[in-house]
């Protein structure tokens, strides 16, 4: 299936469905003539800041996937490839250990990100290139480096916060806050943005590197100028949300089969389903045994895992 308009068209109408779905239900269940009761303002205003996040922290994490499946030429890649969630877990413990106030925690996950990666770029540079075994094998190395960091970090910690961090960790879009949020907005859709210009490129690209070359592009400052965007993009959904599995990696993997290769297609189309599938999965984790609320990060993995191996044994 290849008709990307009818796609488009189906993915919002879905995408409004949900969304619609998302502010009705929860713990506490609405009626639509329950929306124009004062009452209920703060219930509202407070799904329709998850449904804002979830949309956000899927877009990002789509277009991330995309672009990293593509500098890297392999469909199994996603945006925490470059230790993102590990660095930004740390930060939050960091913070925590210390003792600083949490109001600094998404400003801390963000920081931390951006040095993860920063280490994973400096050690994938080889002879001036980014090697892409390299970026792999330096992710893997660093990830679990700094996730061992940070779970002794933990262990000997006496801050009664920091066992609160693992629904961080789990991923969450219960606490948003509106400034953080529009800051979030702002460095989601610019740098998605900045990504679909160099669609073109990464459409090159994904034809191999010396064909790249032959068709002008310079791969190697495509390749840092397109890590910079996914780290910076990663690092403000992590200070958003948490850290949330599977939505890089699934939805781009699974978009790609319905669409094809063309990231001028591709990458909108996946921030699309991307937001969508992160809205669902929030209301899920808030419906299913209420009043507890499920973790956003258990529910993709929940979904995504048997879905993806789905799409791995049956090529669908």
Known sequence: MKHPLLL?????????VVCLLAFLFGVTTLSFADLGNPAYAPILKLRLLRIAAGLLAGAGLGVCGVAMQAILRNPLA????????????MGIVLILFLGIPAVFLPGAAFAGALVSTFLVYLL???????????????????????????????????????????????????????????IVAAMVLGGSGLLWFFAQ??????????AALHLGVEVETLKRIVLVLITLITGAVVALSGVIGFVGLIVPHAIRRLT???????????????????????LLGR????????????????????VFLGLLKWKV
Do not use: R
């Not at 993915?11 to 409004?16: I, Q």
């Not at 996603?78 to 877990?89: I, Q, W």
């Not at 001028?264 to 992160?278: H, Q, T």
């Open 78 to 89: 996603d945006p925490y490839l470059l230790s993102t969630s590990s660095g930004a877990g």
């Open 124 to 182: 994938a540079q080889k002879d001036g290139k980014i090697s892409a075994i390299q970026l792999i094998l330096s992710g893997v190395i660093i990830s679990i480096a700094i996730s061992g960091l940070t779970i002794f970090l933990a262990s000997i910690s006496t801050n009664p916060a920091v066992p609160g961090m693992l629904w961080w960790l789990l991923g969450s879009l219960q606490t948003v806050d509106p400034v953080l949020l529009m």
């Open 287 to 306: 419906i299913v045994m209420p009043p507890i609320e499920i973790p956003i990060g258990v529910i993709t993995a929940l979904v995504g895992a048997p």
């Open 8 to 16: 488009s068209i189906a993915l919002v109408c879905l995408l409004g």
């Open 201 to 210: 490129d990464l459409n090159a690209i994904t034809l191999g590197e010396e």
């Open 260 to 282: 094809g290769p063309n990231h001028k297609l591709l990458l909108p189309i996946s921030a699309l389903a991307a937001g969508g599938f992160l809205v669902t999965c929030d």
